[in-house]
């Protein structure tokens, strides 16, 4: 079954390390194989790193955009979510650093992202009520 894009005008995708960016009207694609996507707001750059969660979350993201599950990136992610895990204030948090290294260690990037992603936008939700 493929995957159904919908694309705003102008919004970009990341589809197996290549970006699409969508023309000036509303687009569809249709993705016929598996394949690494990621979207526009869904993306990091290197500047908007500001705190361990944020470097684990890049680093996951880079290993998911590239499709490498060893090497440097497996290591620079290791890295953060250690760092992450020093940094942490709960043991809930800590239990979710864990999962999402189980996942990492599995293979399962495009999991692992997603839960970080979510702890990310958690987080920020409590800082905008403290």
Request: proline share 3%; aromatic share 6%; charged share 30%.
């Amino acid at each position: 079954m493929p995957l159904k894009l919908s694309l705003k005008p102008g919004e970009a995708v990341v589809v197996n390390e290549a970006v699409i960016r969508n023309g000036e009207r509303r687009g569809t694609m249709l993705l016929e194989t598996k394949a690494r996507i990621l979207r526009e707001r869904d993306v990091m750059f290197p500047e908007d790193i500001s705190t361990p969660q944020d470097a684990a979350y890049f680093s996951l993201m880079q290993m998911y955009i590239v499709g490498e599950t060893s090497g440097k990136l497996y290591d620079c992610a290791v890295s953060a979510l250690a760092d992450w895990m020093d940094h942490s204030q709960s043991q809930q948090e800590r239990d979710n650093i864990l999962h999402i290294a189980e996942l990492v260690a599995s293979g399962d990037l495009y999991k692992a992202l997603g839960t970080c992603r979510k702890l990310l936008k958690s987080d920020l939700e409590e800082a905008e009520y403290a």
